[in-house]
């Protein structure tokens, strides 16, 4: 049974940082390609960024510049480090984990962005 794990949620003020972490036991974790997304109240869940197993990311345009995403391979973990948040980026984030026809999802972790 693959287990994937999100910490790291919470609630921020504008302008506030918060780091994501995600825990994935798929052997070997190297291999997998790592992606957080987000689904907002009545909205779709979308793409936020996501790192390959040679460490190439891609972001959503709308978090270009503000969120980083690293990972850990001898941790098995994923982050994403997030800066300068808004209300707009107040969502769900879940973690995806991928390797060929294999696809894991975890839980969510609530990020809230308000004064």
């Known amino acids: 049974q693959v287990h994937v794990v999100e910490s790291g949620g919470g609630l921020v003020q504008p302008g506030g940082s918060l780091r994501l972490s995600c825990t994935h036991s798929?052997?070997?974790?190297?291999?997998?390609?790592m992606a957080w997304y987000r689904q907002a109240p009545g909205k779709q869940r979308e793409l936020v960024a996501g790192?390959?197993?040679?460490?190439?990311?891609n972001y959503a345009d709308s978090v270009k510049g503000r969120f980083t995403i690293s990972r850990d391979n001898a941790k098995k973990t994923v982050y994403l480090q997030m800066i300068n948040l808004n209300p707009e980026d107040t969502a769900v984030y879940y973690c995806?984990?991928?390797?060929?026809?294999?696809?894991?999802w975890g839980q969510g972790t609530q990020v809230t962005v308000s004064s």
């Open positions: 995806n984990a991928r390797l060929s026809e294999q696809e894991h």
């Open positions: 798929g052997r070997p974790f190297s291999i997998w390609a």
């Open positions: 790192i390959t197993s040679g460490r190439v990311t």
